[in-house]
């Protein structure tokens, strides 16, 4: 099998966010993320169509300030946490940074921006893709 050695991956929106530095931001949205707007660009606004306030979401974004050739961490940064391989932990820093984000919509407006409830992406993080929550009674 012949692998690409890359692909092409454009954003559908950018996070508008209170946090600013990388520094500044919470490991997860659950430990004091503020609210936060995903701008979605014209050209997607139509895939919103289907989710609604209220509803969870997966937001997946590229972690543009992360370190690429980083393959092993102290987990969460502290220093007296064991050394490990990124892809067993939730570091930003990672060969292809990809964050995975879940979050609440607060609200959706009519432009394609959606107000999302505690997320620890900082302004200007490109959003790559966004999916719903799925519960085990549902069937999509």
């Not at 964050?99 to 919509?105: L, S, T, V």
Request: no cysteine; net charge negative; glycine share 10%.
């Amino acid at each position: 099998m012949d692998i690409p050695k890359s692909f092409d991956l454009s954003p559908i929106g950018y996070v508008s966010s209170a946090l600013k530095e990388r520094t500044g931001a919470p490991h997860q949205g659950w430990e004091g993320a503020p609210n936060a707007r995903l701008d979605i660009h014209p050209d997607f606004v139509r895939g919103l169509d289907g989710i609604e306030p209220g509803q969870d979401i997966w937001i997946l974004t590229w972690l543009h300030q992360s370190q690429r050739s980083v393959l092993k961490v102290h987990p969460r940064g502290k220093e007296q946490n064991p050394l490990m391989g990124v892809f067993a932990t939730r570091s930003p820093d990672r060969p292809n940074p990809i964050g995975m984000h879940r979050a609440k919509i607060l609200s959706i407006d009519h432009d394609g921006s959606l107000e999302v409830q505690g997320l620890e992406a900082i302004d200007g993080t490109p959003i790559v893709d966004i999916k719903p929550v799925l519960q085990h009674d549902r069937d999509f």
